[in-house]
């Protein structure tokens, strides 16, 4: 049953001057069988999708890169950070974000991608869930140099890099994005660029 430990859910509105911050009171079962009462703060801005693109003939990966204000409040110096190409879903379903965005971000047009797991982005606060895929790209597939939509004030440098460049970055703690760390380590384990 979904909801067996949970009940009197309430909740209320801290902002929607963006996206959708609540704030929720519920009555949760503890493992002791007594009942507590709960709070929570919740953001929800919808689901996101991420993608790992990758040459086989190069040996390469694009990554982007961009500034995150959360980041720069929170000891990442310049607030610049190596990032899969990623997106927020908006109406479209996973696969047609990744492909839209990666066409915005990194200016390349796929023809296939490959989902390979989705998670939770930060369950303790966040809705968010994001859907991960890999892609292979070629030269030919580029259309545009990228950089993100000039109207959402988008500034993205793309990085195409050896991937056992991307790894040393990895390796030397270089790179600060779960997201990027963990479709990294699938490339390495499932060995897409030997
Ligand atoms: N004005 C305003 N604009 C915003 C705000 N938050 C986001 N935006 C706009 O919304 C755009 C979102 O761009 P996307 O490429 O769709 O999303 P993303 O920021 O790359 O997010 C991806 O990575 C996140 C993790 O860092 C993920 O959380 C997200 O799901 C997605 O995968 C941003 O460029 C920016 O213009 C905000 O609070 N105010
Ligand atoms: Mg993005």
Known sequence: MRDHKIKNIESSLLSDNYYILKKFSFDYLMSSGKWVNQMREVYDRGDGAGILLYNTLKKTVILTKQFRMPTYLNENPDGMLVEICAGMLDKDNPEA????????????????????????SSPGVMTEKMHFFIGEYTDDM????????????????????????????????????????VLLQYAQIHKLLD
């Open 142 to 181: 580029k259309v545009s140099s990228g950089g993100g939509l000039e109207e959402e004030h988008e500034d993205i440098e793309v990085l195409e890099i050896p991937f056992s460049e991307a790894i040393d970055m990895l390796n030397q703690g270089d790179i600060h994005d779960t997201r990027t760390i």
């Open 97 to 120: 974000c990744v492909i839209r965005e990666t066409e915005e971000e990194v200016g390349y047009r796929l023809k296939a991608v490959k989902k390979v797991f989705e998670a939770y």
